[in-house]
């Protein structure tokens, strides 16, 4: 018999009524707005009734550099947080929310696998409760308004020529990266060069995920610069008169949404942003309002150590005001063999030296993560195809660099398979040996910021700036920028920006080829290498297999 896919599995689900998942956390009913019978959003409110609660534990999940043979960074979250609740624990999973943009391209989607999983699969992987959709129609709002301001009269003096702010849509879409708008004459507007992003790239996404209310998040809209003016002076999204609007359209896209594991166990799934080309985290109102109703949180952060995890802890945790107590670090032998030099077509044999060559790149995540201050685990998550040698020769690196490799078998066996990582993880975040914190201080430069990310973090010779981008960077210091961490957008397959270079490479340069200033959102992005903010489908997309069946059920969706 075939084992199950995904979709079987999760439409397979004894699912809860999302009022007993609430009752489980102490949520009343009247706090809960349901969006079905699955999946509800927890009110400000109750959320603001929290405040003076201690905070659970703090657990984060990462992994090594993805490659073709898969790691498992989102099911061994939710794997692990089944664990804990398996073994006693109050335990609540906090993860992102899926773009339509991978589901629809080659990724995949955003809720686990096998049988650690959230759901309802079906619907987290596609429209959910719409909060990607309110994030889209906020931002197409302020793009408008943007061009209408200019139409009528331009109050603002902006000049059209450095108009910033990108428009945005949530699916993989190349031909819209760079576009001339307001073709067709003069009712149409001023033509102007003009482009889209994608909406997890979006600064509304950043805002509304680093927000702490719908009040911050207002004030965090008003101050996104969208334009310059021809003195160079810039204008703020306040000055067109759409951070009200906006936050009104916000209005239930910030509050969390609240759905369950296969097992019954609570998680929150909100926000989105890409960890390649954004932050990578899920929304500040969500971790925090978990870690006042659990014992402890277990959340990601996308892609390696390198993109989301650095980003978690220097922008999120700085911002936030959190601070993680332990790290899980996700590999699998496949992938350390892959990193070792064997074809994906290959990976089925043994190789014990691939895997060790392999391991080098698991070795510097490790040795980054420490640099924060946080103890790490490594998960193995396992393959059925993984042989005791290979195992063993990651459990051997990993105890070579001070830490502990756990294989764990939550794809197939859910909580069952996950419980000695969970008990595991419990102790080192009992043990209270965390002691965290950022890679750099605020009063750094911005410039001295991204080099400490690319020698530090990606082990870079140099970055290389032209002239033009390190002038603005210190423009922006002058204009009271210069405390703001910085946000890496560089590719997620490799520690340097070429994404073939796999292992721990050096003797490589960081180049740089744009700077953004996310005011609203609080940090500096810096554009690396050939990395896109609006991404491109491949060859073959997913969506070419996803249709209804005879029952009306959805296939092809993983």
């Known amino acids: 018999m075939a084992p199950k896919s995904d979709i079987e599995i999760a439409r397979a689900a004894d699912k809860k009524p999302i009022r007993e998942i609430g009752a489980r956390l102490g949520i009343p009913e009247a706090d809960l707005l349901p969006y079905g019978h699955d999946k509800a959003k927890v009110g400000q409110t109750f959320i603001d009734g929290l405040r003076d609660r201690p905070n659970g534990k703090l657990v984060l999940v990462t ?46 989607g955003a809720a686990g696998g096998g049988y650690a999983q959230v ?138 949404n609240l759905v369950q594991t296969l097992e019954n166990n609570p998680a929150f799934v909100h926000g989105g942003p890409f960890a390649n080309i954004a932050h990578g985290c899920n929304s500040v109102i969500a971790t925090k309002t978990a870690l006042k109703l659990a014992d402890y949180v277990v959340t990601e952060a996308g892609f390696g150590a390198d993109l989301g995890a650095e980003k978690f802890m220097n922008i999120k945790c700085r911002k936030a005001g959190l601070a993680p107590d332990c790290v899980v670090l996700v590999a699998t032998v496949r992938a350390m063999k892959m990193n070792g030099g064997v074809a994906k077509a290959d990976l089925g044999a043994e190789n014990v030296d691939a895997v060790r060559k392999g391991c080098a790149n698991l070795g510097r995540h490790i040795s980054n993560v420490k640099s924060f201050g946080v103890p790490v685990v490594v998960a193995v998550n396992h393959f059925t195809g993984d042989s005791e040698a290979e195992v063993e ?60 990310v690319a020698k530090r973090i990606y082990h870079a010779d140099a970055v290389l700036a032209d002239k033009k981008i390190r002038d603005q960077l210190r423009a922006w210091e002058e204009q009271g920028y210069g405390n703001l961490p910085v946000c890496m957008a560089k590719t997620q397959y490799s520690f340097s920006t070429d994404p073939n270079l796999r292992g721990a490479p050096t003797g490589h340069s960081v180049p740089i080829r744009e700077v953004r200033l ?36 959805v296939e092809g969706l993983f």
């Not at 043979?69 to 979250?77: F, I, L, M, P, V």
């Not at 489908?537 to 069946?549: D, G, K, M, W």
């Open 518 to 553: 996310s005011a609203g959102a609080g940090f500096v992005v810096v554009v690396c290498g050939e990395i896109m903010t609006m991404p491109g489908l491949p060859r073959t997309p997913a969506a070419e297999s996803i249709r209804l069946n005879e029952a009306g059920e």
């Open 393 to 452: 020769a990651v459990r051997d690196f990993v105890k070579g660099q001070g830490s502990e490799a756990i294989v764990s078998r939550h794809w197939a066996d859910g909580s069952a398979g996950s419980e000695a990582l969970a008990r595991r993880v419990a102790e080192i975040a009992d043990a209270g040996m965390a002691n965290f914190a950022p890679l750099y201080p605020d009063d750094m430069p911005l410039f001295q910021k991204i080099e400490t």
């Open 63 to 108: 992994a090594i550099n993805p490659t073709p043979a898969g790691e498992g960074k989102t099911t061994t979250t939710v794997g692990l947080g089944d664990g804990l609740n398996r073994i006693g624990k109050n335990a609540v999973v906090c993860i992102r929310e899926a773009s339509l943009g991978p589901n629809f391209g080659m990724k995949g």
């Open 119 to 256: 759901v309802p699969m079906e619907e987290m992987n596609l429209h959910f409760t719409g909060d990607f959709h309110a994030i889209t129609s906020a931002h197409s709002l302020l793009s408008a308004m943007i061009d209408n301001h200019v139409y009528w009269g331009n109050e603002q003096n902006i000049d059209t020529r450095r108009v910033v702010w990108r428009r945005v849509v949530d699916m993989n879409d190349r031909s819209l990266r760079q576009i001339t708008s307001s073709l067709g004459g003069v009712s149409n507007g001023f033509a102007r060069e003009d482009g889209f992003d994608i909406t997890v790239a979006s600064e509304v996404m950043a805002c509304l995920c680093l927000a702490s209310d719908l009040k911050d998040l207002e004030r965090r809209l008003g101050d996104m610069i969208v334009a310059y003016r021809r003195d160079r002076s810039p204008v703020f999204c306040r000055d067109i008169k759409a951070d009200g609007a906006m936050t009104v359209l916000l209005k239930d896209a910030m509050q969390p």
